[in-house]
Each structure stands twice: as structure tokens, then as C-alpha cells.
């Protein structure tokens, strides 16, 4: 068994940035995809962004591409998700997941381990 578990949410003004951070108790596979996904309140949880363990491939829903980056640290089996000019529809409670595809994993069903989640709260 894996453990993920996230930091870094808060709550924060239209415009500001937050970094989350998500470390895992251990490699999680031979080789692997990092995701975040969010969900928020009444609605489906939702792809935000992925990154292999290489860290050669990356990506963006198309609702966060060009304010999110993504990036890992995989001697620390840490992923971060770096969040500028936030924005309150991007609100929810944002969870880190580990999938044993290397590729296309943008699916819920496509990830094995999963963290508890961290909350942002983007006010107006």
C-alpha cells in the first residue's frame, strides 16, 4: 500500500497562487503517473493535471493550462501542483493519485492510490 498525502491548500484572494504538494510513503511503481485531481462541492470529481516518474511527460485540463505547473521531485516521491492567478471557480478540494500507466491517465478509474485531499477556497 501506498500513502499520498497532500499540503499546501488554503484559502486565498482572485489573482493569488498556492503550491500543493504531495508525498508518497514510497515509489509507488517501477514506473508510474502522478495526477491531482479536485472536486468540488455537487460536482464530479475532475482531471487538473499528470505527470510520469520521468517527468518527460506532463498534462493540463484545459481549464487550468497556462495558470498550473506541474512537477516532481522523484528521489523525495513528491509531485507538485503549482497554482497561479487562481480563481473561485477553481475552488474544491484538491487530491494527489498514483496510476501504474504511464500514459493517458487522466481518467478517476485510471489511478490506484489516492490522498486524502487538501482544500482551496479562492474568494472573489
Known amino acids: 500500500q501506498v500513502q499520498l498525502v497532500e499540503s499546501g491548500g488554503g484559502l486565498v484572494q482572485a489573482g493569488d497562487s498556492l503550491r500543493l504538494s504531495c508525498a508518497a510513503s514510497?515509489?509507488?511503481?517501477?514506473?508510474?503517473?502522478m495526477g491531482w485531481f479536485r472536486q468540488a462541492p455537487g460536482k464530479e470529481r475532475e482531471f487538473v493535471a499528470l505527470?510520469?516518474?520521468?517527468?518527460?511527460?506532463?498534462s493540463f485540463a484545459d481549464s487550468v493550462k497556462g495558470r498550473f505547473t506541474i512537477s516532481g521531485d522523484v528521489a523525495k516521491n513528491t509531485v507538485y501542483l503549482q497554482m497561479n492567478s487562481l480563481k473561485p471557480e477553481d475552488t474544491a478540494v484538491y487530491s494527489c493519485?498514483?496510476?501504474?500507466?504511464?500514459?493517458?491517465?487522466?481518467?478517476?478509474?485510471?489511478?490506484?492510490?489516492w490522498g486524502q485531499g487538501t482544500q482551496v477556497t479562492v474568494s472573489s
Open positions: 505527470i510520469t516518474w520521468s517527468r518527460a511527460i506532463t
Open positions: 493519485a498514483a496510476s501504474r500507466l504511464v500514459r493517458g491517465a487522466t481518467g478517476v478509474y485510471d489511478y490506484d492510490f
Open positions: 514510497r515509489r509507488p511503481f517501477s514506473a508510474y503517473t
